[in-house]
Every structure is written in structure tokens, then in C-alpha cells.
């Protein structure tokens, strides 16, 4: 069962007894949790049917004897175990999940851990209840997810816009989540977010960004390219080397996967190598210019630029510097 599909469930008042959300993407945990202390009981019936528990704090005891009550006033009664992963002696919480109450929604948010699948306490979970377990989204599957996630607040963007966007920000969901809302207020009326809307609302420039900078070092633009290491350099915070350099070496691994695809047909070779087809003229453009030896010349630099970035090979180098040497030798 997936997050979407237990919130659909709860619209339509049909409920298990016990679920327990793990793993690594605290935004789909943090999803359910949020709709169950808020929309699956009304504001009177969550005076006397809501109990709220943190790991940290919570006595096992105290958890299950609330889950044992019945609702009052109410067809049902929400427990909601928060930050579980803290709690001591979770296993104790067996005696409950093994003969829980119909009447009774108990939900668990087990951040950042799983349940050992081997152990009686996992088959017991899985067995009574819902079981969700959550990993970090690749980031190749980032930018489709945000998209969606912005027609479902009844927005577009634009592809630049969603480059910029996701290139800023990674795979931190409830981060993009966050933004997204930022703009839909900034908008006012308008319901299309550009390149433009990004720069001014969320800080990045569309000028000079990661983004642009792949599209110089693809088109082997040494003068374009420093200038936006330049600025990089004036402004440390719009994109560190830790965040350049994986960014890059993403790009160019990407480019060397063209020489595999088999065609030159962009659309095919987009999803061959899981890109974007807008966006597939500067990974076409770095595959003819640079040639199979220099894409490979590339990704090697970026590794060697990586470990001198981290103090291995050249101490005391500043950031812009290793980044201008490093495209120097790239295009050159």
C-alpha cells in the first residue's frame, strides 16, 4: 500500500487498526502523520479521541493503555507515536499490535530506521497492520515528482523553471514542498511559474547557476563558464563546490551513456538515459564536441577535483580556483 493510497482510504472512512511508517523520506511520513492528527476526526471528537506520543518521552505503557481505550463520543479514536524510532522498549508495544482495536487508528512514525524484517515484532506489524517503508527518491525521479506535485496546486512551470528548481534544491522533498507553496503565494493571480519566479522568490539566479554552468562546459564556453564560476565565487552560498561537483559529474555521466544509446535520435537517447527531452540538446552538443575521449577525460578531472576539493592532492586552494582549473582543463 502506498501513502496515497492510505490517505484515499481515510477520505472514504476505511481504516486499519495499526500503521507503521519507516524509512529514510520523512515527507510521505510526515504526510500521513499530518492528516491523521488533523482531518481523520472533527475538532470536537479530537478533544476527547486524539492522544499524541514522541519516542523520546513516551512509556510503552502509557502508548498501549491509551490504543486499549475506546472512543468516546466518537466512531473512533486516533494514537499517534510520533518520532518512534526514540522510544525504548518499542517491541514491548507487541502485546498491543497482536490484538489491536477495530476501533482504534494507531500510527507510528519510525523515522530513518526499519524494522528488522527477520524479527517476530516486523512479521507482527506486517501481519495486523499497514506496513510503509520509505527510501529517498532518486533524483532522476525528482523533477517528473515535482512537476505533479505542482499541477496538483493547480500550477505549471516552465522547464527552466523546474530545472532551476530541482538542480537548487535536490531531493529534499519537504524542502521543495515548501518552496512551491512560497510561490503559489508570490504569484497572486497567475498560475505559471517561471525562470523569473525562481530568481526572485527563491534565490537563485537563472543566469548563473549549475544549470547554465553544465550548458557552458557543453558547449566548451571557457569565458562563460568563468564568469559564472566568478559569481559563484562572489556568492559561496548560491552553489558550493560540494553541490557543483556531483551536479557535474551527474551531467557528464549522462553524456558518456549517449555513446551507448545506440541512436541519434534525441527523444530515444532522453529515454535511454532518463532525461528530460527538452533538455537534451546540451548533452547531445557535449557528446559531439567533447568526443568519447574527452567525456571520459571529464569525468575523471571531476573525480580527481572532487578528492582536491576535500584536502586530498592540494591543501589551501580556494573553491573558484580548483573549479576555473579544473573547466580549464576540461575544454582545453
Known sequence: MSVEKIIADWKKKSFKPVYWLEGEE??????????AEHHILNESEASFNLSVFYGKDANWADVVNACS?????????????????????????????ENPLSSTVF??????????ARKKF????????????TKKMYER????????????KGLT????GLALLVDHIGNDLVRIENEIDKLSVNLGKRTIISEDDIEQYIGVSKDYNVFELQSALAAKDLARSIRIIQYFEANPKAAPIQLVLPSLYSFFSKVFMVFGAGTSDEKSVAA?????????????????LYTYPGVEKAL?????????SVGVGSTGTEDASLLKEMIVKMIG
Open 157 to 160: 512551470i516552465t522547464q527552466k
Open 141 to 152: 525521479e525528482v523533477p517528473q515528482w515535482t512537476q505533479e506535485l505542482i499541477q496538483s
Open 122 to 133: 516486523a512479521k507482527l506489524v506486517k501481519e495486523k497492520g499497514v506496513l510503509i517503508s
Open 69 to 97: 481505550r475506546y472512543p468516546m463520543f466518537a466512531e473512533r479514536q486516533v494514537v499517534l507515536l510520533k518520532e518512534a524510532q526514540q522510544m525504548r522498549d518499542i517491541e514491548k508495544l507487541e502485546s498491543y499490535i
Open 300 to 308: 575523471l578531472l571531476l573525480h580527481t577535483y572532487n578528492l582536491k
Open 272 to 288: 535511454a538515459i532518463g532525461v528530460n527531452p527538452y533538455f537534451m540538446k546540451d548533452y547531445m552538443q557535449a557528446a559531439k
Open 107 to 116: 500510527v507510528v512514525s519510525y523515522k530513518e530506521k526499519k524494522l528488522d
Open 26 to 35: 520523512e515527507y510521505f511520513i510526515d504526510k500521513v502523520i499530518e492528516f
